[in-house]
């Protein structure tokens, strides 16, 4: 039905955009080689490996493709002793956050790919949705988590869920108006990335809860 | 051997049940509504498919029925930007903790459903056992990881675990005496609701450890 | 191919051992008994199922083998509620840190384990050895995550996961060399234990990143 080669193709971007944002967020925290690679794999993979154990999809993209694996293990070492202006490229201000930037590219990307391969499996429109925003947001999830964070997918104010939403939707969208599924990913990741993108600029959120009503202490301690 | 159709039913009201309790906790921390749709998301179907993934069990629960799915959304939205007296409700002085008592109610319909699954899975019953903990326990655990506190289970004080383990072999000690499946769900329920809830109304608790024994401080630090 | 069993039995030795390692960290944070139970348990089996659940093999071992379920309950049991000079043991100033050896005896025994399995399955070289220091570490990635901690493996200072994967790629090269998988277990063994208790009593590390060199603050808050 929806050819898988340039899901995976898509995937592969993906892959790299992410774990850039993973190496670059990583070395933030100032984790040696091994943890800037664990962070990376994480990032990189984490989404996709919990859809597809959900999907119950084999092999693993890092297990089929090895060479991602290998990809950012060289990307963490190039990034770790190569020549200091790499790092610096990565805050430099002109550049305004570039780790989010590519934490969104690959956002949309793995929104579009995932909504893919829950449609190819037989789930419905909603659910294809929800593995949309499990398959994209994640790998942020865990790697926040791992940090010892909030993920931001938790965190109120921007749109990262919601983008990762709204960019599957517009995939199914297309899909069912007819274009082909190439055009449909296109338009499905122009939405997501775009969504994101605008929620950091804008400083756009869903309605906030308002403030002036009264909510009560946590009392979950016994 | 033991009948799935019942147990798909009860497990249907622990998702409710557990969706809310989410809800409303996620509403506390002043998440917007893709955050608290999150939130009630994981902590409704997060230990049954823990547990479903642990038991090769498939489809998940929310992937057959993605009406739950839509039920939990719509919930979300309801209690959100529904008229403010849903939110007093939920915490009116004289509910006392109504998110606990939502909690221990799935506390004890998960633990009840998911002894079930892997008894019918052939696990022995030590096994069974440990699974009514895993499923009934650990959609509250990543909730409570993902909005960064240590999980409840994990604090002392309070039945939580130990009130699923026991509605859990009071399941188990009824299907052995000979009743029927429902009665011994009934009881199960029955006991790990009410141990729970007992647990947090009389303070009650597993003996602590002694408190005058010096504990040396943690040396994990290298 | 590589016979399953020994691998089993190295299993169930890493098996106690980072249950130990659990039960005292637990106990440390002056946990009851079932959070204690609990954190021994997933620090035992953590590892260990993650690396099934991705490599597809079942049941899991604590799944087949009840056993080790039991034993790790009564030693949460003794542990707690036995005499105190059992607990004075485990905080000898002689013994330096038990839980720590503890940790680095299963880290090594997990690390060749896990890179056998992987190998059985057909991953490639690099892969496995990604697959010894996911079934080393994870176990531990969790219960330092359920604590609330960053966990040890992104920790600068020390080599944790890098002993791990330094044990995994000496199996690897026995193997290669022609040895008996016995003897390349062995050898395995000691260099990721030796390695990771090198690097705590010598205080080594990986190459740290420069401080001299500016690091910007995170700007992930929106």
Chains 1, 2, 3 share one sequence.
Not at 3 to 14: F, K, Q, Y
Not at 26 to 49: E, P, S
Not at 92 to 118: C, I, K, M, Y
């Amino acid at each position: 039905m929806i050819g898988v080669h340039p899901a995976s193709l898509i995937e592969g971007a993906g892959v790299v955009l992410a774990g850039l944002s993973g190496i670059i967020e990583a070395r933030r925290k100032r984790m040696d080689l091994v943890g800037v690679y664990a962070v990376a794999f994480i990032t990189a993979f984490g989404g996709g490996t919990l859809r597809d154990l959900l999907l119950d999809r084999r092999p693993f993209y890092w297990q089929g493709n090895p060479t991602y694996s290998l990809v950012i293990f060289a990307l963490s070492v190039v990034y770790l002793y190569g020549p200091s202006r790499i790092r610096r490229a990565a805050s430099h201000p002109r550049l305004e956050l570039p780790e989010q930037v590519l934490d969104a590219l690959s956002l949309g990307l793995f929104s579009v790919v995932s909504t893919f391969f829950a449609l190819d499996h037989g789930s419905t429109l909603f659910i294809a949705s929800i593995f949309g925003v499990i398959g994209s947001t994640f790998g942020g999830v865990i790697r926040d988590i791992v940090c010892n964070e909030v993920p931001l997918m938790f965190v109120p104010g921007g749109l990262y869920a919601s983008a990762a939403f709204l960019g599957s939707w517009a995939l199914i969208a297309g899909i069912e108006a007819g274009l082909t599924p190439t055009t449909a990913a296109l338009i499905g990741w122009v939405v997501g990335t775009g969504v994101r993108l605008a929620s950091i600029r804008y400083n756009l959120g869903l309605p906030q809860i308002r403030h002036t009503e009264e909510i009560p202490a946590a009392p979950r301690k016994l």
